[in-house]
Every structure is written in structure tokens, then in C-alpha cells.
């Protein structure tokens, strides 16, 4: 079965510096994709960033980029430049492929950032 | 943009009733999802359906029913409503044919059971 697992329950960070979210995960496929999600206080989840097990460089998107360690089963979240908004909870998950077709999700707990001034 | 509607954000029950969450999304998604989400657990897989009348039962279906008529629209029931179900409750959907595609989740349900 898959394992997903956020060590840290909680991180402050300082406004305009980065910061990293780990997330290590544990399975038996060697196809798997690695997502993270933001949850702010209002409730809605927002993707922010996806690597594939196959892909060879680390995903970024804009100040989101994820440290890939394939050998470590991690998939660290690092935040640039912190900001205000950023201030949510953050979730780590892998895809699973269904022997029927589609995929599903398995989340890690989370970690609730807070950025300070 | 992919838009995932759950029919409410806030609903309030007693012990015993049957409960509807209704869940639409209107980009002819393929899968759709239903998780609760509780402090310290992260969010759970309850129920997910891979095609119209499809269902398939997640990590914890326990007291828990879906339906899925409409390829838009999915449903979670609770059979009979019990007060360790008050939770939120997060829909989501995604298609079928590309796997780094991510869920797209609704805007959740928090649901107190009295």
C-alpha cells in the first residue's frame, strides 16, 4: 500500500525568505506521481505542483519547486520569497493508477505554515 | 476552469437521518472523488467512481454510500447519521486519460452531526 508521510504539523518562516515542506512517501510502483496541494483558512484546495516519477528534472512553477530525491523517497516542497498569502496548509500526495482506469490520491497529514512579517 | 460545486458549505444534522451530499462538476470528468478531511489525518478517501454507476470503495467507506447517475454528478449518503461523522467533506474529480492531471476539489462541505 501507498505511504505518504509530512513530518513537520507546523513551520513558521519569515516574510520573503524560502522554506521547505517535506514529504517522503513510500510504494512499490515504479510509475507514481507526487502532488502538492494548498489548503488556506477559507478551505479550498488548490494544486500547486506535480512530479512525475519518470521526469527527470524537478518540477517548478513560479516561487514553487519540488526538491525530488527518488533514491530518498522524498518530495520536498521548497516556497520562494515567502509571502503573507502563503500562510495555509500544505498537503503532499501520490497518484495511484486503478487497474480499471483513472487514478487516486493518497495524502499525507499536512503542515500548517504561517508567515511572519 | 474546472469547476467542482458541493451544494453546500455548511449543513447541520441529528443522529439518525439520512444525509445527502451532492457534488457537480462541469468538465466531463471522468473520476470523481469523495474524502473527509479531519485534523491530524489529512484528507481520507471515502468513496471514488471511474464512470457513470461506478463506484469503488476507498480507505474508509464504512456508513457511507455513493451514487453516481450522471457522469457530473456524484453523491455521498449517509445511511444514518452518527456524530463521529461530523467532519468536512471535500469532492473532487479528474479525467481519466492523464495521469499528472490533477483533482480538482469543490469548495468543501462541513458537516455537524448533533
Known amino acids: 500500500a501507498q505511504k505518504i508521510t509530512q513530518t513537520q504539523p507546523g513551520m513558521f518562516v519569515q516574510e520573503k525568505e524560502a522554506v521547505t515542506l517535506d514529504c517522503t512517501y513510500d510504494t512499490s510502483d515504479p510509475s507514481y506521481g507526487l502532488f502538492w496541494y494548498k489548503q488556506p483558512s477559507s478551505g479550498e484546495m488548490i494544486f500547486l505542483i506535480y512530479?512525475?516519477?519518470?521526469?527527470?528534472q524537478n518540477a517548478t512553477e513560479g516561487r514553487y519547486s519540488l526538491n525530488f530525491q527518488k533514491a530518498r523517497k522524498s518530495a520536498n516542497l521548497v516556497i520562494s520569497a515567502s509571502q503573507l498569502g502563503d500562510s495555509a496548509m500544505y498537503f503532499c500526495a501520490m497518484r495511484e493508477a486503478l487497474t480499471g482506469g483513472g487514478n487516486k490520491l493518497t495524502f499525507g497529514t499536512g503542515t500548517q505554515l504561517k508567515v511572519e512579517l | 476552469d474546472v469547476k467542482v460545486t458541493q451544494s453546500s458549505r455548511y449543513l447541520v444534522k441529528r443522529t439518525g437521518e439520512k444525509v445527502f451530499l451532492e457534488c457537480v462538476q462541469d468538465?466531463?470528468?471522468?473520476?470523481m472523488f469523495w474524502y473527509r478531511q479531519d485534523p491530524g489525518l489529512g484528507l481520507r478517501l471515502i468513496y471514488f467512481?471511474?464512470?457513470?454507476?461506478?463506484?469503488e470503495k476507498g480507505d474508509i467507506p464504512e456508513g457511507y454510500s455513493v451514487s453516481r447517475e450522471k457522469k457530473e454528478r456524484f453523491s455521498l449518503i449517509l445511511e444514518s447519521a452518527s456524530t463521529n461523522q461530523t467532519s468536512m467533506y471535500l469532492c473532487a474529480s479528474s479525467p481519466d486519460w492523464l495521469s499528472n492531471q490533477p483533482q480538482h476539489f469543490g469548495d468543501g462541505t462541513r458537516l455537524s452531526i448533533l
Open positions: 467512481s471511474y464512470d457513470v454507476k461506478m463506484k
Open positions: 512530479q512525475g516519477s519518470y521526469d527527470q
Open positions: 468538465m466531463d470528468h471522468e473520476n
